[in-house]
């Protein structure tokens, strides 16, 4: 038990354009769920928390308004990435909390995105 | 915030020994966490500590010390496919039980 999907896991956009990625807990509910975005050979940094049905936290120096966060199942979170630039491209992986333990988080896959 | 700290590379040989040290600072520490993570992949779960000790799964272990903030994972009878990044992570209850992680470090297993 305990896998998360994305989808998709990779994506080429123009500049400009607006990208949706989906994130599923696929045999757990997730009361929350991560998302992280990763360049090359550094860690995992932490952009946004979503809370199911409330709106999501988002670290410091991340734009709401640009990396849209709506979680609006107990399986499903969706990051969009609106008017994409170069500088977006990167790892974005998404995780999951199960509901019934907190203690846990596992990884979804991650969604390569490059823009062009 | 939380100073985690590991060190960037490490190399070994197949079949033997490799400890990852990692040292932090955090004003809630709630569990720490080490993932495995291959290029270009996502990060898997490998271990999860809360109280002082030593838990061993298989052929790695995981090791912390709260008084000291430091942890270490311990990867035994190293094999080519352990070559990878592994990440030491956090948990803080005073940063809304969000996970920090480091820098990750790069272990190599040559043959």
Same mark, same amino acid.
Not at chain 1, 57 to 64: I, L
Not at chain 1, 100 to 106: A, K, L, S
Not at chain 2, 15 to 20: D, P, S, T
Not at chain 2, 76 to 90: I, P
């Given at each position: 038990g305990a896998v998360v999907s994305q989808h998709p896991s990779w994506v080429i956009c123009k500049s400009g354009t607006s990208v949706k990625i989906e994130c599923r807990s696929l045999d757990f509910q997730a009361t929350t769920m991560f998302w992280y975005r990763q360049f090359p050979k550094q860690s995992l940094m932490l952009m946004a928390t979503s809370n199911e049905g409330s709106?999501?936290?988002? #670290? &410091?120096?991340?734009?709401?308004?640009k990396f849209l966060i709506n979680h609006a199942s107990l399986t499903l979170s969706t990051l969009t990435?609106?008017?994409a630039h170069p500088e977006d491209s990167s790892f974005?992986?998404?995780s999951a909390r199960p509901r019934?333990?907190?203690? #846990? &988080?596992?990884f979804g896959p991650g969604t390569r995105l490059t823009v062009t | 915030g939380q100073n985690i700290d590991q060190p960037t590379e490490m190399t070994a040989t197949e079949?033997?020994?490799?400890?990852?040290n990692c040292t932090y600072q955090t004003s809630g520490f709630n569990g720490l966490f080490w993932y495995q993570q291959h290029a270009g992949e996502a990060p898997t779960?490998?271990?999860y500590n809360v109280l002082d000790g030593l838990e061993e799964k298989g052929r790695f272990s995981s090791f912390l010390s709260r008084s000291k903030g430091y942890s270490y994972?311990?990867?035994?009878?190293?094999?080519?496919?352990?070559?990878?990044?592994?990440?030491?992570?956090?948990?803080?209850?005073a940063n809304d039980y969000k996970l920090s992680f480091g820098a990750g470090t790069t272990v190599t297993v040559r043959a």
């Open positions: 709106k999501a936290t988002y #670290e &410091q120096g991340v734009e709401k308004d990435v609106t008017s974005y992986i998404c019934d333990r907190v203690g #846990e &988080q596992y | 079949g033997a020994i490799v400890q990852i779960f490998l271990s994972l311990l990867l035994k009878e190293l094999q080519m496919k352990d070559s990878a990044s592994y990440l030491c992570a956090v948990r803080d209850w």
